[in-house]
């Protein structure tokens, strides 16, 4: 066993309420020595408050100026941050949990200086100026890959659903084994996140943490857990058809911050204090990142342009929220009331259905204690399948999604991370690009070859 320091790239909520534990635990079963923090000067006085009570307290903190829009002097930065906070002698793991457009820089200099590295999902947001361009994703991903295959080191991604309890181990689990024994392929998936994010019109324009007037939306923030999801499962077509050139083929509509004012419910808003249309907004209509997509594809064989799966993917913020406040309180993570809803349902052909629904359930008035309940139903022709019956239906209580960030966390602070390595996120970050070059002509179909 090696022992590493740890340094946290953006000590944000999430770092404080869900990881501490885990960087606590890796600490006293000896495989970390010490944590540490890199941030903004700007949130100087945020992090400090957050640090009260933490436990461990960090070895070390330092603060940088951001300054993203100027490529070289990022590149400075990045590299005297990590150089300065280094324990000598001991290796190095770096968490990247900035935001967003910011994870670019710091991966590139651990996939150059050979630091094992852990990054937030999605894996990259391309900027040009301030501006998030995603023809830049599968080249800037590529590029990025065949870097750290020269390195010594590894690097994963953070997402939901490499170790989820309910994704992988009985979904994907479950249609792997019946795929293989009947030699079926998928012929039809359709997945829903409603991801139920109140923000209001001002806010899309004043936030930072999300900061829509970048370009990027909710294909950018949570809708990436879904995608890499759907990407698991659409994968497992490569099974029956190793060899076969496969096409995944996407078109999609999308609706806007600037779109709200006509979709949300007027007397609702003016509940909220936010009953004024923002003329910001209202100038640049495009300019800031969707809030809602919705999706049609088809996979289908390349050479022949036979379809083999017809599905579709649709990521909406503008869903049942449990806000009720009028400004984003202080202390609390889910300042916009999120309450997350998954439907989900993977069909193979004439033999065998799985549907599955994860849903959110407040526990009370506390807007981040939220669990989760799955059910799960399937449908199968059990004359053939014997092994099945016609209809199951299963219901898992007690649920929290954080719990498979964990896992991947403690599996990685103690470097057996395998499930989610970044070459592994290549596809997934190729169906996101896809996905946004689309919303720019709605309707406009847009092709991946080598799915």
Known sequence: MSIHQLVVIGFDAIVRNKYMPCIKAAIADGYLDSWSIVDL?????????????????????????????????????TRSALGCIRVPGLPMKAYIATEVGSHEQYLRQCVEDGIDSLVEKPVLAPMIGDR???????????????????????????????????????VITSLRERMLRWKSPLTSFHLRAAGGVWNLEHEFVTRDDHPYRNGYGMLMHGSYHYIDLAVQVLSLNKLLFPTRPLRLQVCSFGAYPADQ?????????????GDSRCAVLAREPRRYGETDITSTFR??????????????????????????????????????GRTSSVDLEAQLSTLYSMHVTCYDV??????????????????????????DEYVSRETHDGLFH???????????LRGTETRSRLNEHFL??????????????????????GF
């Open 41 to 77: 000067e700007s949130e100087r006085e945020v992090i400090e408050a957050r640090l009260v009570g933490a436990d461990p307290q960090p070895r070390m903190k330092l603060f940088v100026q951001a300054d993203r829009g100027n490529p070289t002097r990022t590149r400075e930065t």
């Open 132 to 170: 998030f361009d995603p023809t830049l994703i599968s080249t800037t991903m590529a590029e990025l890959i065949a870097t750290a295959q020269r390195r010594k080191a590894h690097h994963s991604v953070m997402t939901l659903s490499r170790y989820h309890s309910i994704y992988n181990d009985r």
């Open 261 to 273: 004012w006509q979709r949300v419910s007027h007397p609702a808003t003016e509940m909220l204090g």
């Open 299 to 336: 996979l289908v064989d390349a050479e022949t342009d036979t379809t083999i799966t017809l599905g579709t993917l649709s990521f909406e913020q503008t869903t049942p929220s449990i806000r009720h406040w009028t400004t984003f309180p202080d202390g609390v993570y889910n300042k916009n």
């Open 362 to 387: 407040p526990r009370g008035p506390d807007a981040d204690k939220i669990g989760a309940v799955a059910e799960i139903l399937t449908r199968a022709n059990a004359s053939l399948l014997t092994d």
């Open 402 to 412: 954080s719990d498979s960030n964990r896992a991947l966390m403690q599996n990685w």
């Open 428 to 449: 997934p970050m190729r169906v996101t690009e896809a996905l946004a070059l689309s919303l720019r002509i709605p309707g406009q179909t847009v092709e991946i070859d």
